[in-house]
Nanobody
Framework: QVQLVESGGGLVQAGGSLRLSCAAS????????MGWYRQAPGKQRDLIAT???????SYVDSVKGRFTISRDNAKNTVYLQMNSLKAEDTAVYYC?????????WGQGTQVTVSS
């Protein structure tokens, strides 16, 4: 059974930083591209960053230059380093494979940025 467990969220002031972690079960991690997604209150869940099994990354424009996705294949963990946070980054953050598999969604981790 696949499990994805996100952690590292919290309350931070605008301009601050957080690092999110996503621990994945081993059977999927080494072969799949992974993504970070977020869902703001009242909005749909959107993809914000991806990383392939080989380490190639991509970002949506709204986080490009501020967020960095990375992965540690030995630890089956994917990270999201978030710098220069803005109030509009407030959301629940999730990881999943890319493209998503709905049954893999975890609980997410809340990020709140105060302005």
């Amino acid at each position: 059974q696949v499990q994805l467990v996100e952690s590292g969220g919290g309350l931070v002031q605008a301009g601050g930083s957080l690092r999110l972690s996503c621990a994945a079960s081993g059977s999927i991690f080494s072969i799949n591209a992974m993504g970070w997604y977020r869902q703001a209150p009242g909005k749909q869940r959107d993809l914000i960053a991806t990383i392939t099994s080989g380490g190639s990354t991509s970002y949506v424009d709204s986080v490009k230059g501020r967020f960095t996705i990375s992965r540690d294949n030995a630890k089956n963990t994917v990270y999201l380093q978030m710098n220069s946070l803005k109030a509009e980054d407030t959301a629940v953050y999730y990881c999943n494979v890319f493209p998503v598999i709905r049954s893999y969604w975890g609980q997410g981790t809340q990020v709140t940025v105060s302005s």
